[in-house]
């Protein structure tokens, strides 16, 4: 019984129509390794063009775009990502982020505050100048000897003394 339902369909099979077929899957199969070669040209292209996007994006959005890459799964290193382990370092990110703009605005306001103490000082050592240049004038009137002057700094020009400020200020 077997070997005469294989004898039926055997004679039911067109053989002729096979072997067309044939001819038919090899084309098929050609047109989908072409397609899977131009699929992976355009796939590394894309990679290639998401790659210099990344570079050029400041660095806020691209500490973001690397946690949605982990989100995702493309990590570095094997460990397992959980929705917690996601939050954490999402918080940690924004530590990092108020520290830099703290760090950053700390040095500008010390910055200022150095600006402002080397202008008092410039401008302390201008109005000595010119009260010294009023004591040699009244002492030149009057005909007598300009006091001596004890002090650490006296017989250091003012200039001088105003570049130990600047730089014992910094």
């Known amino acids: 019984r077997r070997v005469r339902t294989v004898e039926e369909k055997l004679s039911a099979m067109d053989l002729e129509y096979s072997q067309t077929l ?15 070669s ?10 290639v063009t998401v790659g210099c996007l990344e570079a050029c994006v400041p660095r806020d ?25 996601l939050e954490l370092e999402g918080k940690i990110l924004l530590l990092q982020d108020e520290t830099e703009k703290r760090l950053k605005a700390a040095e500008a306001t010390m910055s200022s505050h150095v600006d402002r103490v080397n202008l008092v000082v410039r401008d302390l050592e201008r109005k000595q100048g010119h009260l010294q ?18 002090g650490r700094n006296a017989s250091v020009p003012s200039t001088a003394r105003s570049a130990d400020v600047g730089a014992s200020a910094l």
Do not use: Y
Not at 22 to 36: A, G, N, T
Not at 40 to 47: C, D, F, G, P
Not at 62 to 83: C, N, S, V, Y
Not at 133 to 150: F, I, K, M, R, T
């Open 38 to 47: 131009d699929l992976h040209r355009q796939v590394s292209e894309i990679k």
């Open 22 to 36: 044939r001819p038919e899957l090899q084309e098929v199969r050609r047109e989908q390794q072409d397609f899977q």
């Open 61 to 85: 959005t691209r500490k973001a775009i690397e946690l949605f890459k982990r989100a995702a799964g493309k990590q570095e290193h094997d460990r397992e990502m959980t929705p917690l382990s």
């Open 133 to 150: 240049e009023q004591l040699e004038a009244v002492n030149e009137h009057l005909g007598c000897s300009p006091p001596s002057v004890v």
